[in-house]
């Protein structure tokens, strides 16, 4: 791209604690940090914690907060009030960023406008309007990505397709997409640098030896049937029928199918418990693991940071990051990046390779991973070589690779240049 383009990045979710509830935060803010940090000018407009400032400047990249006067009625979080932000993300957005763009546009600059499912659709609708309107429409590309599947049926695909390049992240949606007529580009998510940062050692070592004896499983997802959470409870209670001790930490959100999967644990027999902690990091992780000798389960009650995640997923016996749809799994390659044995499922994780960097699961049947897992338990070569290769493939999916490998190179083409 010409070194006078000018990135600008729409979504819902961000940085800010307040408008984080899942993958997508961490795409957005690896993305936008990756572009700014390789030399771009950059400006993400999201929904942002209404108590901090509407605008601010971090080197090349800018923060634009949006919503924030809905936002001061809706504390719980980014998605508390959605359609009233969507509608108001629709109207009033794309008449602030057109401002931005449209004198730099018409001095012979360019842009690259990339934004972000389905709450942003009309704001690009309306936005390519504005241009088309200044007569610059031809100096901007325009994307729009699908993370997931959520109210496709809401979107006008037709008038989507003719005002920007639609992107997805795996090969797997952009199979879904195309049953929809719709033709995708794929351009994968990617890791920040922290994700690679290794877990202090001396923490490995007490979580590992507060749990030995104990096969550790870990799972960190939305309670959703889709992220087969009902295949990890029976997991555990097969381990158990065999004579063996796992442990299951189980850190979900607070959907209301949380309460059918602890319920279900239960009346199968396996006994849980519900820890909580005032911090999520390493050390209120390894917190909670006193006096859990009796149990099949904890129910982690504690957002974990970013430390805690790779603590857990380092130090577990393997992360079940198995799901029935599953778009890209960012999970799965977050554990693969500290050292993890990840089990994932076989839908949107290109990245997976059965048997080489991962476990990959293609049914919901138990005894499937069991027979996986204790074939890996009979070849301690075998594992390491899972971990070491699993860490190298992280290493390749990092934001600044993607930005280089994947995104510049594509976006070179679209533009022609």
């Known amino acids: 791209m010409e070194a006078a383009t000018q990135f600008h990045v729409i979504s819902f979710e961000g940085p800010d604690p307040y408008s984080q509830a899942g993958g997508i935060a961490s795409r957005i803010t690896g993305l936008t940090r990756a572009l700014a940090d390789a030399g771009s000018d950059t400006h993400l407009w999201f929904v942002g914690d209404p108590g901090l400032p509407g605008l601010e400047t971090d080197g ?69 309007w504005l241009l088309r309107q200044a007569d610059v429409r031809e100096r901007v590309l325009m994307l729009w990505n699908a993370n997931n599947t959520f109210s496709f049926d809401r979107i006008d695909w037709g008038r989507l397709a003719r005002a920007a390049v639609i992107t997805t992240v795996s090969r797997y949606m952009k199979h879904l997409m195309r049953g ?19 877990p202090a050692r001396q923490a490995v070592n007490a979580f590992r030896h507060r749990m030995r004896d104990r096969i550790v499983l870990s799972k960190v997802a939305r309670f959703d049937p889709d992220k087969r959470w009902a295949t990890a409870i029976d997991i555990v209670g097969e381990l158990k029928r065999q004579g063996q001790r796992p ?47 009796g149990y099949d389960i904890v129910n982690l009650r504690v957002p974990l940071t970013c430390e ?47 048997g080489q960097n991962a476990l990959v699961l293609e049914t919901s049947d138990p005894k499937e991973f069991v027979a996986l897992f204790h074939e890996l338990c009979a070849h301690p070569d075998r594992e390491r070589a899972i971990r070491r290769a699993g860490q190298l493939t992280a290493r390749r999916y990092t934001w600044p690779r993607i930005v280089q490998r994947a995104l510049l190179p594509r976006l070179q083409a679209l533009s022609g240049n």
């Open 247 to 293: 442990l299951l930490f189980a850190r979900g959100g607070i959907e209301p199918y949380g309460k059918h999967v602890l319920s279900t644990a239960a009346a199968g027999g396996l006994r849980i418990t519900e820890r909580s902690a005032r911090y999520g990091d390493a050390r209120g992780l390894l917190g909670v693991l006193d006096s859990v000798a």
């Open 60 to 128: 090349r990249l800018t923060l634009h907060r949006w919503c924030q006067w809905i936002s001061r009625y809706h504390p719980e979080g980014v998605y508390a009030g959605e359609e009233g932000k969507r509608a108001d993300l629709a109207r009033s957005l794309p008449l602030a960023l057109a401002g931005e763009v449209v004198p730099r546009l018409r001095s012979g600059q360019r842009a690259v406008i990339l934004a972000e499912e389905w709450q942003t659709a009309d704001a690009v609708l309306h936005l390519d």
């Open 308 to 354: 805690g995640r790779r603590l857990l997923f380092r130090g577990s016996s393997a992360v079940l990051a198995n799901s029935g749809h599953e778009p890209f799994g960012l999970v799965g390659l977050e554990t693969m990046a500290v050292g993890g044995v990840a089990c994932t499922g076989c839908s949107g994780e290109d990245y997976a390779v059965p």
């Open 180 to 198: 929809r007529g719709v033709e995708a580009l794929v351009i994968p998510n990617g890791l920040s640098s922290e994700a690679l940062i290794a």
